[in-house]
């Protein structure tokens, strides 16, 4: 049972490969960037990205965003009051998102038109990390309520990772948050990741973080 | 491919599912309560199992507890301070706990010495709703800091919880957390399903949750 298991989820993951390829050449030639954003469900990747597309929108970027969840539309409202093109992807059931929702989702938007085009993935630090989504830049997210050695116990994503974000800072002190230790579990298991630490409520970190992606971007012209 | 997929889905549940019946005669011949605790990674489920060991065995309650991680052990050394026995489940890339390794690592413990057996599953609110342990009880967790709309974002999990507990309500004000609409949304997916609010740090919740765990208790004497 176990091996024709195994030999099943090798075949839907690289059928799940194969696409995310074909959509990594369409970004690359539309030369967008594109993100997606993995953590635990909680961690406040809406929020986050909320604020992200509002200050990339204030600096003049264009920017969309699609977003993963089980059930409900209510991410993609949030993100929608930030004035980008937003699409809700509902997975009913499925613990992440794959390559093939991705490309269904993109019908009708002129990537070309775009600066950077975000994915936030369904919350989860296990099943997203096997799913390549065809992106450039895969961000990993904790915030400062879950415990510092989410990296230690969750290691396929933090090391299938390129970026990593420390959120809610701003309740770093009531949650007992213990910074040193963090960023050495998020070091021992994917060493010299660029880490950023920030607030969606305070804005803390963001110019930072808005930085690196204007950084991002212009590699890729 | 789908049909493939959700066939082989379903002969793994099947599967599984007839080994949870097993587990759970078991359980009930041995008079043991099981519970099998879900949530989030980071929404603090081992610091408040390891606090309800304590308490349970300051109250001469024999109990024991699994523990799931992907990796590490960290999580099983932490509940070993309460005392009680206690193994870790590595389920190495497994996004969930399945009957068979609760199974597997019961092998040497009389079960009908306990009268608590806690099984703390893998962080992850999608995946081990699907997977029966034979637990008793299936408690849904959720901390203060993660947002009061995951119930109806997962509502799988909530919807077949036997008990939700609010945890870090310590931390709730500088979170900002809406307790009405927490409540709301549980109640919405779940009529009338148990709720405690719970501080591990502070003991608040405690008594009450240890009131409804010997009230379970002697309902299966």
Redesign the interface.
């Known amino acids: ?1 176990t091996t ?2 195994v030999e ?1 989820r090798q ?2 993951l690289k ?1 799940n490969d194969e696409l995310a390829r074909g959509l990594r050449l369409r970004f690359q030639s539309a030369g967008v960037l594109v993100l997606n954003l993995v953590s ?5 990747k809406t929020a986050f990205l909320e604020r992200t597309l509002r200050d990339l929108r204030a600096n003049g970027a264009k920017v969309a965003a699609l977003v993963g ?4 539309d ?1 991410d993609a409202r949030r993100l929608a009051a930030s004035g980008a093109p937003v699409r809700q992807i509902n997975t009913h ?1 499925i ?1 992440h998102l794959e390559a093939e929702m991705i490309g269904k989702h993109l019908e009708g938007w002129e990537l070309a038109d775009l600066d950077y085009l975000f994915i936030e993935n ?6 997203p990390s096997s799913y390549d989504l065809g992106e450039k830049i895969r961000v990993a997210l904790l ?1 400062v ?3 510092e ?2 990296p ?5 994503l933090f090391n299938s990772a390129d970026a990593a974000i420390i959120t ?1 800072i701003d ?1 770093a002190e ?2 007992g948050f213990d910074r040193a230790t963090a960023l050495k579990n998020i070091n021992e298991i994917r060493p010299g990741i660029r880490i950023f630490e920030a607030s969606a409520k305070t804005g803390a970190g963001m110019v930072d973080w808005l930085a690196y992606l204007a950084e991002q971007k212009s590699r890729r012209a």
């Open positions: 049972m024709r298991i099943l075949g839907i059928k635990s469900p909680g961690t406040g969840d089980l059930e409900t209510n059931g613990c369904v919350g989860n630090l296990v099943c915030s309520t879950e415990g050695d989410k230690l116990k969750y290691p396929t809610k309740i009531p949650c």
